[in-house]
């Protein structure tokens, strides 16, 4: 079956400590997206990239890195410069097509500091 | 830049009753809107979309969605509910980058209860 895979589903991170989440797809999509979701807020853009070796900052950057080495890749590295890094973090990825695609998502990974 | 508001955290409803989630949006332009559901722990769903034509969309599970640009308004509905559609929804609207590129803005959800 065609989807997103995040993984760890649950991770526990101590202060100080840089996390990385991992996010495939099989769907051939050309664009990735990384979501934080807190309680009450709706998602905010991490991060996003529509095409390989290339992505863009969304509207919560700082203290997050991305890489895009391959099509089906788009890990998110939590650095300890995020002040406040327990959130429900979500990956999804879409077709370009003028914009008029829907977003697939996976199954989020809960990032909880210690 | 494009936004879209979801004006009640919170919707209640007795199973069988029609249901109604609200969504107002603002963008330039030709709006590209999605209704999204949530289960708890769980990621995303897409439920419909409007690109164009109809105003009124069907979706997955008997939702639909009802395009007006006059109220620039994108009501979620279902004739008739159910306790398992006891979930968050989240409107979205595309916004459209400065460099080509796309982005989707999410509201702030609207959390549905269905009592039996």
């Known amino acids: 079956d065609g989807g997103i895979t995040q993984s760890p589903k649950y991770l526990f991170r101590k202060e100080g400590q840089n996390v990385t989440l991992s996010c495939e797809q099989n769907?051939?999509?050309?664009?990735m997206y990384w979501y934080r979701q807190d309680p009450g807020q709706g998602l905010r853009l991490i991060y996003y990239?529509?095409?390989?070796?290339?992505?863009q900052k969304g509207d919560i950057a700082e203290g997050y890195s991305v890489s895009r080495e391959k099509k089906e890749s788009f890990p998110l590295t939590v650095t300890s410069a995020q002040k406040n890094p327990t959130a429900f973090y979500l990956c999804?990825?879409?077709?370009?097509?003028?914009?008029?695609?829907?977003?697939?998502f996976g199954e989020g990974s809960r990032l909880t500091v210690l | 830049a494009q936004s879209v508001a979801q004006p009640e955290d919170q919707v209640n409803v007795a199973e069988g009753n029609p249901l109604t989630v609200k969504c107002t949006y603002s963008?330039?332009?030709?709006?590209?809107l999605f209704w999204y559901v949530q289960y708890p722990n769980r990621g995303l769903q897409f439920l419909l979309k409007y690109i164009t034509g109809d105003n009124l969309v069907k979706g997955s599970y008997g939702f639909e969605a009802e395009f007006n640009k006059s109220q620039t308004s994108f009501h979620l509905k279902k004739p008739s509910a159910l306790v398992s559609d006891s979930a968050l929804y989240f409107c979205?609207?595309?916004?459209?980058?400065?460099?080509?590129?796309?982005?989707?803005?999410f509201g702030a959800g609207t959390r549905l209860f269905v009592k039996a």
């Open positions: 990239s529509q095409i390989v070796n290339d992505f």
């Open positions: 999804a990825s879409s077709i370009l097509a003028m914009g008029t695609g829907e977003l697939f």
């Open positions: 963008v330039s332009g030709n709006p590209y």
């Open positions: 769907l051939n999509h050309d664009a």
């Open positions: 979205a609207v595309r916004d459209i980058q400065d460099t080509g590129g796309f982005k989707t803005i």
